[in-house]
């Protein structure tokens, strides 16, 4: 008797592997089922050598360890077999993207092409079932009372638990509308022209940064999105017909994407390419970059009180690791030093003690400009003591003081899964970078700190405001250890 859940070949896999970064992580275990569309059903599976430890997190969640592999055969053995096996079949999987990104990679290792119409049971559930809030694999166990005898978070296992889910769909909301679903689940994607669907095939659920690039590696355009696959086809639909849209789908050549651990992680890229790469159809980023923000700097004597504060100015690009007393940002040095004109006209203070105007030829104590006019307290000719014009040289420039950095060094925001977490690292309103260890750590912290940026202390500033969990680096400090 012919399956009813779809009217072609199906394959359901599921992987378990050492950890969910498919360009470094490796597989332990493949089960799979085949569903023929005349109602045969054919079972495989296979442990596989990963040729690397296996985390002991991971050893306690499928039961898989360092032994059970170890006489297992490594991946290239079993390749030519199992591609046969998916070959010409509709690849499904829970979470599909995951499974399938990890076979591309594996068979790209090994120089084998392969690729498949996907179909995400995840997906499926949420179609099929919009009004539940939950469709993990557990979750579709309790409700629909999915029944196993082997052991969970075993390949095999997990594959036959997919096809009881496929099967209870089909009982309680009938084979037409599960394959009507199905249709509109696997449908390729409507791509320009111009595009290979191969360049969009790998395209993870995960969240990340994505990069468009016109002729010549030009950048186009730059995003973040919680789940790159998605967000990407979102660009190529109804909206790509008018406008921009449909100008950034016109010189669309190649798409590239950076995976992140979290959506923290993908905004905080996304904002540091934006200011590198100047996409073009980013709305204001070539405006924003090209604007030379500019700071007053000054910097604190506590040995010498009563040298006259002069403010430096340095644009954003100049600056570093800000230190000392920053005052700003403006957009330009007219604006810069417009505002400082007025506050010394408006308080008095003395141009020259500022440093706006040079004392005459051979005679450092002189009267400034201002002062004939009232609009100088004196303190060039030793009227007012220069303590006390520093004093209302700060109480002054206090509204516009760019905010301290809070906490006593870099800190360190930790996202991803607890066994296999990453640390997004800030310091002094900057985005240093993403770590995974100890060493990588260290040589970030060695490097030169990239340049400050308005934009990004803006986003930087607004996340601290929310309740987070940090470690604040101290020097010799080791990384927090995965669970």
């Not at 859940?5 to 332990?28: F, H, S």
């Not at 468009?212 to 355009?221: E, H, R």
């Not at 073009?280 to 009563?306: C, H, I, M, Y």
Request: some cysteine; proline content about 8%; aromatic content about 6%.
């Amino acid at each position: 008797m012919s399956h009813p859940i779809y009217p072609a070949p199906l394959v359901l896999l599921d992987l378990e592997t050492t950890g969910a970064k498919p360009a470094v992580d490796r597989i332990t275990e493949i089960g799979l089922l085949q569903l023929d569309t005349d109602g045969g059903i054919e079972r495989w599976s296979s442990l596989v050598n990963p040729e690397q430890p296996i985390p002991l997190f991971i050893q306690q969640l499928t039961g898989i360890d360092d032994a059970m592999v170890r006489d297992a055969p490594r991946f290239a053995a079993v390749a030519s077999e199992l591609l046969a096996k998916l070959q010409g079949r509709i690849f499904v999987a829970h979470n599909a993207r995951f499974d399938y990104t990890f076979l591309r990679n594996e068979f790209q290792r090994l120089g084998l092409p392969f690729r498949a119409k996907v179909l995400c049971t995840v997906q499926l559930s949420r179609k099929l079932y919009p009004d539940e809030f939950k469709h993990s694999l557990d979750a579709l166990i309790t409700r629909h009372g999915l029944q196993y005898n082997g052991e969970r978070h075993r390949a095999l296992t997990d594959a036959e638990l997919v096809q009881q889910f496929l099967s209870a769909a089909v009982a309680e909301l009938g084979a037409a509308r599960v394959q009507q679903a199905i249709d509109e689940l696997i449908r390729p994607p409507a791509l320009p022209p111009q595009l290979d669907e191969s360049q969009v095939d790998d395209l993870p659920d995960t969240a990340g940064v994505y990069l468009f690039y016109g002729a010549n590696d030009v950048p186009l355009y730059v995003g973040a999105a919680s789940n790159l696959r998605r967000r990407i086809l979102q660009h190529f639909g109804k909206k790509a017909t008018d406008g921009q849209a449909a100008q950034l789908a016109a010189a669309l050549q190649r798409i590239d994407w950076i995976e992140t651990s979290g959506e923290l992680g993908a905004s905080l890229r996304e904002q540091r390419l934006l200011r590198e790469l100047k996409p073009r159809f980013n709305p204001g980023a070539r405006q924003k970059a090209d604007q030379t923000q500019v700071v007053w700097s000054l910097t604190l004597n506590p040995a010498q009180p009563e040298a006259p504060l002069q403010p430096q100015l340095i644009t954003l690009g100049e600056l570093r690791s800000p230190h000392g007393e920053l005052f700003g940002p403006f957009r330009g040095a007219r604006e810069a030093q417009n505002i400082l004109n007025r506050i010394a006209k408006g308080q008095g203070l003395c141009r020259q003690l500022l440093g706006l105007e040079k004392p005459r030829k051979g005679n450092e104590v002189s009267p400034c400009s201002a002062l004939s006019t009232g609009d100088c307290r004196g303190g060039c000719v030793g009227r007012e003591p220069v303590s006390l014009h520093n004093a209302r040289l700060l109480a002054a420039l206090a509204k516009h003081k760019v905010t301290p950095w809070p906490y006593g060094g870099p800190i360190l925001l930790a996202e991803g899964p607890s066994w296999a977490p990453v640390w997004q690292v800030l310091d002094q309103w900057v985005y240093l970078g993403e770590v995974s260890s100890q060493d990588q750590l260290d040589e970030l912290l060695a490097a030169p700190y990239p340049a400050y940026d308005l934009d990004m202390a803006k986003q930087i500033r607004a996340l601290l405001r929310k309740p987070l969990a940090l470690t604040v680096y101290q020097p010799g400090m080791q990384l927090p250890l995965a669970e």
